[in-house]
């Protein structure tokens, strides 16, 4: 994998982990998803449009791909906000992580595309360590409705499959560079938006309200760190020739959430998911290693 794009996935999955404490700081909003991808793509739309309108970049077969991903990630955003209500965050998130990754490396083997050795089982050990997290969790949970959580939990997951090979097609025939990643990323998020809250039946009226449970400054740092973290993400699909590679390379952010819950949040980690965010760190170490190869 070129250094540039390792770099980019690790600052991504940094701000990523950022951006997991603020969800947990704020779970009671129970629409917090939706608000982030509304704020983020509202906020870039203005300068995307302008931009577009003297210096396209986005070719109609982008276009056609950003419809697609915009479709996969309002599933996404619908099978996790559902997932929120229903279980804890530490369940649903790494198992959302988890089912993808070897349904994108079957997408780079038909694409020819196949992952060596090393990356494959960097691959495997990723999906693995983020499955035994989340099933970690969910042994543990004493919440009654748990097994209804599946349901959501794999939409989220086709959610995530469409949108990420979409995400893949699109920026490859685009121009190398955070600019197109930031003109697509912008509207991807929007898309996501607008849809997640028509799926969900939320109104205006309700999205951008005031009141307790929703804290805007926090909606707004969470909307920035989000987005970037993604258009940095979109930038390394430009970079590597394998989806799998960057998807599973992400969930190094995983990882460093369990480091950091036990630090800012002072949770009792313990040594199971120690262990699991090792696994997964290993994993990630050796898709860079084999990407190399």
């Known amino acids: 994998m070129p250094t540039l794009a390792i770099l980019l996935i690790l600052c991504s999955a940094l701000m990523h982990a950022g951006w997991n404490l603020l969800v947990h700081a ?5 629409d917090l998803l939706i608000r982030i991808n ?9 300068p995307v449009l302008v931009a577009e309108w003297y210096w396209p970049m986005l070719t109609p077969f982008a276009w056609l791909m950003l419809a697609i991903a915009g479709v996969g990630q309002t599933i996404y955003s619908v099978g996790l906000s559902k997932g929120y209500r229903r279980g804890d965050f530490t369940i649903v998130y790494p198992l959302v992580r988890a089912l993808p990754i070897l349904f994108l490396a079957a997408v780079d083997i038909v694409r020819d595309r196949m992952p060596n050795l090393p990356g494959f089982a960097g691959i495997v050990l990723v999906m693995v360590g983020c ?4 099933m970690n ?16 939990i794999a939409l989220a997951a086709a959610g995530t499959v469409c949108y990420s090979t979409a995400d893949k097609f699109g920026l490859e025939l685009m121009p190398k560079g955070i600019n197109a990643a930031l003109r697509y990323g912008v509207i991807e998020f929007l898309l996501s938006g607008l849809g997640a809250s028509l799926c969900l039946r939320r109104s205006p009226r309700e999205l951008w309200r005031l009141g307790p449970n929703v ?5 707004f740092l969470a909307a920035f760190m989000l987005g970037i973290t993604h258009v940095l993400l979109l930038w390394a699909y430009q970079l590597v020739d394998q989806i799998s590679y960057v998807s599973a390379g992400r969930q190094i952010s995983i990882a460093i959430g369990v480091v ?14 120690i262990l699991f965010a090792i696994i997964i760190a290993a994993g990630v170490a050796m898709i860079a290693m084999g990407g190399q190869l």
């Open 26 to 30: 704020a779970r009671e909003d129970r």
């Open 38 to 46: 509304l704020v983020f793509g509202l906020m870039g739309l203005g």
């Open 131 to 134: 499955a035994l997290l989340g």
């Open 137 to 152: 969790a969910m042994r543990r949970s004493q919440h009654a409705r748990v097994s209804s959580l599946w349901l959501w």
């Open 215 to 219: 804290r805007w400054p926090k909606i």
């Open 260 to 273: 950091l819950a036990a630090w800012f949040l002072h949770e009792r980690v313990g040594v199971l998911r």
